[in-house]
């Protein structure tokens, strides 16, 4: 197996373009970097390449923070978690597949390959288990990168998580079927071109948000979005190919280790089901933040950074009396 290869970009960098290949649906736009941190390039001959931040005092525990997956998702949704907990620990945010500075050709993107991406990034740069921090979507990603290599997880925070609603996913068969609908020519393009417009972003923004959101959120959605090869990723995301179907019972039912929910409201998915996971294990909790809308960092950063900071301090005091 080719050994992975890691280089780093300046810091803080000029506002670039970020690698990928497709045509591109809209104009270019320079996409600068999403937090103000050291950025460096990971690559691999399966998963090509991964872009990441890093910052914060070597020899603590890391922390890994991991963005959602949607149309113009990237490292800045977790800007607020970044810029608290370098100053205190060792902190990473990788761009995922098809998002930020990462690869973003047009390759079957699936579940399977983001779980894949997050542990080869915890085994190969970060190097020693660490706390793991998903939002939204990623939430799937992150269990099913734990059950496939525990021993690169500490504990589990699960911001506003899929997998929960008892609303049943569309099939295999209707979520391929829709995306050769958005690969069709001018058509998925165009639908694209028309979600990450300003307009578009600040719009869906809104139904996720308590209050208005900031202009630098939509700012930034909107230059990650208008990218070479932006649309790939979210073409499979858009058509459903993303989720996992009974995710409880899949995924998250099995999980070992220390894990939290941190959630509200949010309008793109319910949590029926959170609840019932909770009081049948005794490793789970759930903490409430509100009012959010599906995007508490960001919404409340100061109770979801207290939320996150209890429950470290439970998992870590549970830990110490297990082992004495």
């Known amino acids: 197996m080719q050994a992975p290869i890691i280089s780093s970009v300046p810091h803080p960098g000029p506002a670039v373009t970020a690698p990928g290949a497709g045509r591109q649906h809209n104009e270019q736009v320079p996409l600068p970097p999403a937090v103000d941190a050291p950025r460096e390039v990971y ?88 706390d793991i921090v998903a939002f939204s979507l990623t939430s799937e990603f992150a269990a099913r990168a734990y059950l496939a290599a525990p021993e690169r997880f500490e504990t589990l925070a699960l911001l506003s998580p899929t997998g929960f609603s008892d609303r049943r996913l569309p099939s295999g068969g209707v979520g391929k079927a829709l995306h ?73 039912n099995k999980l070992k280790l220390p894990v939290l929910v941190i959630y509200d409201k949010d309008a793109n998915v319910t949590f029926d089901l959170l609840p019932g996971v909770v009081e049948s294990h005794a490793n789970w909790r759930a903490t409430k933040v509100e009012p959010t809308l599906g995007i508490p960092q960001w919404e409340r950063p100061t109770r979801t950074i207290a939320a996150l900071d209890e429950f470290w301090r439970t998992a870590d005091a549970t830990t110490a009396a297990q082992e004495r």
């Open 43 to 130: 690559a691999t001959p399966s998963l090509k390449e991964i872009s990441w931040y890093a910052d914060g005092p070597e020899g603590t525990r890391p922390l890994v923070l991991l963005h959602s997956i949607n149309a113009a998702p990237s490292v800045f949704e977790m800007k607020p978690l970044f810029e608290h907990y370098r100053a205190e620990r060792r902190v990473f945010a990788p761009d995922l597949p098809g998002f930020g500075f990462s690869d973003r050709s047009d390759r079957p993107y699936s579940p399977e390959l983001y779980a894949e991406a997050i542990n080869a990034f915890l085994t190969d740069v970060v190097k020693e288990p660490a």
């Open 180 to 252: 050769r609908v958005f690969t069709l020519p001018g058509l998925g393009s165009g639908l694209y071109s028309l979600l990450t417009k300003r307009g578009g972003i600040r719009f869906f923004l809104r139904q996720s948000y308590v209050g208005e959101p900031p202009d630098e959120l939509i700012d930034y959605a909107y230059a990650t979005s208008h990218q070479p090869g932006a649309m790939h990723a979210p073409y499979r995301f858009l058509s459903g190919q993303l989720f996992t179907r009974n995710a409880v019972e899949t995924l998250y």
